[in-house]
């Protein structure tokens, strides 16, 4: 299998065509842990406005990985000042685990951060994804506070690239 990651945050024109896929795998993903009470077809119309609304902030980056050819994830994350914002990381159920979508993501999320001289991150994790918040904790970021439907997580950029290398470097290969 071969594995593409592509930034499309200065091509946003091409997002668009992408977004039914993309609505896909969050629906698959989010269905279980975070059903919504809406039908499929109200949530899809409400998430792509929001999409669309996202394409017009400046300052948000679009990250997309495919796997021969299929789009199999995305990533959304902005960067102000020394804060990397990681908003949204979704992997295609079929390419969890696989050890390649989620490094290739969120690699590139913190190469981003460290070219700007982040220092702070700063994410959000629904209560009931337990996997997300298993994530933001080994990337050594911790609950600051609550929203209607989760919490929301800060942390050091140091500490979530130390992690991330250990975890997904070479290692000698």
């Not at 896929?21 to 969050?26: A, K, L, N, P, Q």
């Not at 919504?36 to 077809?41: A, P, Q, V, Y």
């Not at 990533?75 to 000042?81: N, P, R």
């Not at 994530?135 to 050594?140: S, T, V």
Request: hydrophobic share 35%.
């Amino acid at each position: 299998m071969m594995t593409m990651l592509k930034d499309y945050s200065q091509n946003r024109e091409a997002i668009p065509p992408l977004l039914p896929r993309m609505f896909e795998i969050i629906a698959e993903n989010m269905n279980e842990i975070a059903p919504t009470g809406n039908s499929l077809e109200q949530d899809r119309k409400l998430w792509t406005q929001a999409m669309l609304e996202e394409l017009q902030k400046p300052g948000k980056r679009w990250v997309i990985v495919f796997s021969d050819d299929e789009l199999a994830g995305y990533a959304l994350y902005g960067i102000c000042g020394d804060i990397l914002h990681m908003d949204e990381i979704q992997v295609a159920k079929a390419q969890q685990g696989d050890g390649r979508m989620f490094p290739a993501l969120l690699g590139k999320q913190l190469r981003d951060a460290q070219a700007a001289g982040v220092r702070k991150l700063y994410s959000y994790a629904n209560e009931r994804n337990e996997k997300s918040q298993g994530i933001l904790r080994n990337l050594g970021l911790r609950p600051v506070g609550q929203t209607p439907r989760g919490h929301r997580y800060e942390g050091d950029f140091e500490d979530a690239m130390a992690w991330f290398q250990s975890k997904y470097s070479c290692k000698g290969r």
